[in-house]
């Protein structure tokens, strides 16, 4: 059986991975054929984000039927095919439950809307304020508000993200049945891992104004969410060994992942959290440009890392995913120095304590879209927000350049396969553009070139599973302060791993409280560190390594 603390995963958005009958977006087929390259990556697991049926308003995180694929990603058939094919190169595969909302094309919402009592009660239907607005002044993610009015009714349906994502009421128990059913209908199939889709939010508390932000304090964390958790992990994945499970937390707080993937509480096995990834915000507002701070990421990273150890909780630990924009575009230089910041920030999270989590094409060092012209974006968030900026006054040409940093679309740019018309991505017409650097960014190069970021990245995969302390040491920060450097310390019975990065594009010193002495070298970007004495290290830009040693 597998070991979670051991494992990394590998998360594919197939509607932009491979497109194998040329309609222009990626299919299960195209998943299927691409699984020796994701094996010679070396991943455990892969994460599937939605293929269920779907209108697609928002990539299928607008399900219509948990039950069956989307035709246009394939059938049962191609499923259970990629599922067997993935097991013969020792993969399983993990697939992504939206459970917070449904579309609104599902059965259920559409006998709701038809007045079913009793499909009304699997949503959120409430009256609207004594003078006809909205129950309380939230704000969808999307943009706009969080209520929907239905004139039949004379009521609003509560959705937290677009207009045709009802969220579904969980104090209703058959809704929780219905869910477990799912869950249990894919184990059956063979799936070994689920992550859930925003599951932080599933319990509401109080439907009340909120007059210091947009709600999201009444239903983030809260008050059945560990009751609901421990009842599906009981009644589902729980029954059965070696399922590893992963829950999207939301705005969520330590406290609470302590509890949702702590070691004995039988809720989840790992949380993904977004506080590091909201240092180029301001406050929760994502919509600005405003530089990173390195000090607050620093600062939040080195305390989840220590806060969940301590409480022996599990986190997962990542830069990207579908939601995100690229990495090396966001924290490292897509420039000069690509291939050295792309490895530097790697190394950072792939010798953390947790499950790292690698999303198709960062292991390729892929950047942004660099999209300028509204017609290219897909995405109903960055269609709403570019929109909801010019309202607010901003220029279209500001509105672009926050949209350029911060859309989710700059991470759904097909993957970047060969030096190809559409990057080798498929032979039709991409249902969104790729990027035009594929000609210098793609796999088949990569794979032929020894020093690539792709084999960096099969490197620290591989080293993971080779050295306990990387999978089970403890963690211990080196230099909160330094403004450039990032440097923390692992330790495992007599096995001890410092790890050191340059997050800047500048030569930097940096002097350690610890010694270096007898540590050898195990992984860095740059052919050869220079250790000047025994507690002082040069650091090139973006340089980062990592140092061993066995007492
Ligand atoms: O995302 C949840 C979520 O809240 C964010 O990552 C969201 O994209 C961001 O806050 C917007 O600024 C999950 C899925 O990963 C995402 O793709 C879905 O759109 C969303 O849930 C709704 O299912
Ligand atoms: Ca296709």
Redesign the pocket.
Known sequence: MKDFKKSVVYQIYPKSFYDTNGDGFGDLKGVTSKLDYIKELGVDYIWM?PFFVSPQK?????VENYYEIDPRYGTMEDFEELAKEAKKRGIDLML?M?F??TSDQHEWFQKALSGDEKYKNYYIFKKGKPDGSAPTNWES??GGSAWQYVPEFDEYYLH???VS?PDLNWENEEVRKEVQKVIRFWMKKGVKGFRF??IN?ISKGEFEDDDQGDGRRFYTDGPNIHKYLRELNEQTFGQEEGIITVG?M??TSMENCFQYAGEDSHELSMVFN?HHLKVDFMGNE?WVLVPADFGKLKQILFDWQKGMADNHAWNAVFWC????PRVVSRFGDEGMYWKQSAKMLATIIHCFRGTPYVYQGEELGMTNAGFTDISQYQ???SINHFRILQEKGLTQSDAYRILQI?S?DNSRTPMQWEKKEHGGFTTGTPWIEVNRNYERINAKEELEDKDSIFHYYQQLIRMRKEYDVIAYGDFEELDRNHPKVIAYKRTYGTEQLQVIANFYGVDVEWKSSQSFNGFEVLIGNYDETTIEDDKKISLRPYEAVVLYKKE
């Open positions: 984000t928002d990539n299928g995180y607008d992504d939206v917070n909302h993610k999307f937290l993200f677009d994502q889709d925003v939010l999207e939301s705005s977004f994502k995913n579908h939601d995100q995405d109903v968030e911060h989710r």
